[in-house]
């Protein structure tokens, strides 16, 4: 027995909530799940729950906006759940290199780009999770820190120590990393002799 028809004014307000915020949801999966492929089937998730619980959703949009990305990390914690034997970034990344033409300069700039990319998903892993939470939360999804707070369920002050603790670490992690060695016109080396 499935759920229950909603209410024509409901149904409305839930597409509006859709609508609104569907784009956001998109974005804080993919920059969560590798392959970014996967971000599509949890956002599917994500819908079919709220179209199934419609008649909670919250009536103001900011509510609603919380509602559903606490729905969106939910869905993402039972993937993360389920995909713990998945492929680590790292050995993606690495047969994306292997796989991708890089001798134009714009093929370098991507490269480099993602290698620094790596290099920031690295030292989050490397933070306590519900700090680099935080900081995904505000950095690349464009939370204010009450609101990432309100998202993650702690105190407002709470969240402020916590950021800049983890700004401070995450800072010291990126500092203390290895650098990809470069060659002598600028680009790494690896990318200079055509070897990715």
Not at 29 to 37: F, K, M, N, Y
Not at 119 to 136: I, Q
Not at 159 to 177: D, G, I, K, N, Y
Request: glycine share 4%; hydrophobic share 45%; charged share 35%.
């Amino acid at each position: 027995m499935g759920p229950r028809p909603l209410p024509e004014e409901l149904r409305a307000w839930v597409e509006i909530v859709v609508q609104d915020n569907a784009d956001d949801l998109l974005r804080y999966l993919a920059r969560r799940v590798r392959p970014r492929e996967d971000a599509a089937d949890l956002l599917g998730k994500v819908l079919l729950i709220l179209w199934e619980k419609g008649a909670r959703v919250p009536t103001t949009d900011e509510a609603a906006r919380m509602w559903c990305f606490g729905i969106a990390r939910n869905v993402l914690r039972e993937h993360r759940r389920r995909a713990l034997k998945s492929l680590d970034l790292a050995d993606a990344l690495r047969h994306h290199l292997r796989d991708a033409p890089s001798r134009v300069d714009s093929a370098d700039a991507i490269v480099e780009a993602a290698m620094r990319a790596d290099g920031v998903r690295a030292a989050l892993r490397r933070l306590d999770e519900r700090e680099a939470e935080l900081l995904m939360l505000i950095y690349w999804d464009d939370f204010a820190i009450a609101e990432a707070a309100r998202l993650l369920r702690i105190n407002e002050s709470t969240a402020r120590t916590r950021h800049m603790r983890a700004l401070r670490r995450l800072e010291a992690l990126l500092e203390s990393a290895p650098q990809p060695p470069l060659a002598h016109n600028g680009r790494s080396a690896a990318t200079a002799r055509g070897t990715t």
